[in-house]
């Protein structure tokens, strides 16, 4: 029965000082302010939070990384088809259990992976047709971070004027063919200790509008489902012209847009899709490092929530890989529309950054420092330059990855002391890039 | 003689490999790239760059981090005089030697302090009036630091309907009552082999209009001038009613507006108004990640840019010491403005952090490397977890101050492995909080 007795920790009741928690089986279950450290307990200086949700994650997009801030779109592109060339069952593990370390590192303790590279470079599924989600279920495992699989559909590339616009051939490998291909495929995927099988639509765009219907019927029992949703100015534009619908209207009219669905972005929104979105019991995950370095543009966080959203947050493209970054980027996006601050309460931040994120993948009741949450915890440093000075309830605004000292994944150490059983985390990405550009 | 070996250095000519750089008497002697290492060369793995311009300083704000994130604006004030009342020579100088120690191992080799705290907290002059500033001086002189000081003119409170407020008491530390005493004071400060003295009017707010005629014949021999300028709507508001000028033509109207200026923030201005500033040769710096924490705005960097402002930029209050978050966020910001990528060039992102601060900052060549430029470099790892797998031409983008591994300010080393001699930079800023709040 591991306990820890942390300095400070984040509690639903607010920040509470020396307080000591018990878990059982990967869950918790006691918390006491207010205590003495005693003999066994793993000592937690500084601030320890309930661990970081990664709501949306692309992992293989990690290789990209100080690869595309130079060129345009197109040098955009072959980079990262040249990434793409190379990815099979060996190299998207290794990747995957990199990025998923540098997340562990960071003080992400949950990932939400959408995934969409099932089949070999040219479209032939494996001999396990299965074998990518896999490595990326393995990949948790060797690390120890828990999982929300997300395997997704994509059969087409968008519409023109014509009609649909097939996969080019170096998107082949997205594609099942059609939905129930897919899910035939998916529903091999069994849940496991710490991950859970969940589905995706790639976007509204991704599968023709049609099949939503069917694919909301087939996932009936499917607890998680996502879907990217107006990340560009064109998403809408496109739906409106071919069906008179707003991307969130198809989805609301397929039956996809409820408690079960987690719309990754939303910035391209009307106040009629917000509203929609609102008391739909659909979750958001905003992604405001990746959304920031693509120029997304910045969603209408604050009117999200107040119409009855439940936010959280991803790093989408990993530009950035840091819990702390993405909570600061929900906030000061809102500061920036409104020129004020202080937008979101810091209790608002941290459910973003945990709570709502361990919901809207299929933990829920995870993402809490409390009696029967899984013990998922993240520990920051209040003394390093970054964080010397702060209080310990404002950390969470000004704290940065690299602050991070120890992540905590169902009563298991992953990171102690900034370090990872498996090694440094910058040998793992130096391996998993060699055997890449090998 | 000291000389480096550099593995990658960021020349006017672009990203080049394995570059030998001599220095003698601070200033770079000679470059010579696809060199070989010889003996006593410091070796400099991964990215060197020209050193980091913080164009915009107020180090006491440095005590303020991690203290403003919740409550509201009054509480954010009673913070801030709580921590101005603790200020006195000693405090200011341990304050300021831990904030620029922050600077230097984030990979900043300049800083422009705009200083405003002069006299004692009851608005008296020290015996010494330019204690204050001089504790700054010896600040930078003791981490090793270039500096700019920027002495403030600051003797009104803005406007209200009948006329100029008077400073509140907890300000009265600021004036020196006239611009004449205010010059008189400051032309006792002398420059030093690596300080210059500059001059700072707080804003256009901050003393009364009639004066800013004076201050510019004053100060024609000052080559630096430096002041706040459209970082709130209010300002122009408040000038258009009461002489019917923008603040930025109610600077060019006194003849302030020139090569000598450094316009800070430079957010709510109008078309004609970025004109004006474009083809009167004044600087313009941003402070992205300060801008972001008090949700002041995003400027029209690219159009202050293509009007002929040269852009640098700032960390202000400190939110963050990170040239890296200000260079990536002068990009980032201009991407969510325009939902396009790659608005500025590497080169232009890098001169903005570097040669562009050190022109303004009055240390014109400077922030090259280059013959003639001062030898000042900073160096960062390209095998960080965060930097991993990035060309050297892409880093400063991804980069963060914590991969900053080196750097060197006049030909000496002030960073060394991520060390200062004077101590862990987490103990200096330790030392000065617990002076201030003790």
Known sequence: MPTWWAENAWLPSGVAHDVRITAKQGVITEVAARTRPATGDVILMGLTLPGAANAHSHAYYR????????GNFWTWQEARQAVMRRLNPDTYLALARATFAEMALAGYTLVGEHHYIHHDPDGRPYDDPNIMGRALIQAAED???????????YTIEGYDGSGPRPLPAAHARFS???PVKWFERISALKPRATTRIGAAIHSVLS????????????????????THLAQHLGEAAATLSMRGRTPAQLLDDAGL???????????????ADIALIGRSGASVCLCPTSERDLGDGIARAR???DAGASLCLGTDQHAIIDPFAELRGLEVNERLRTNERLQFSLDELVAASSAHGY?????????????GAPADLATITLESVRTMG?????APMIAMGYDVTHTVVAGRPVIVEGRHPLGRVEDLLAEAFAMLRG
């Open 359 to 371: 919901t809207a993948l299929g933990w829920a009741g995870g993402g809490r420092i409390a009696v």
């Open 143 to 153: 690390v120890g971070i828990r999982l929300t699989l997300l395997d997704s559909i």
């Open 207 to 226: 599968v023709p509008p049609e099949w939503l219907a069917g694919i909301a019927e087939m996932t009936t029992e499917t607890s998680v489902l996502q």
């Open 303 to 305: 009117d999200l929530a």
């Open 390 to 394: 702060s209080k310990p309830a404002h």
């Open 63 to 70: 290789a990209l990384r100080g690869r595309t801030q130079a």
């Open 176 to 178: 099942d063919g059609d």
């Open 257 to 271: 847009l409820d408690e079960r669905m987690l719309l990754v972005h939303a910035i391209h929104l009307d106040d």
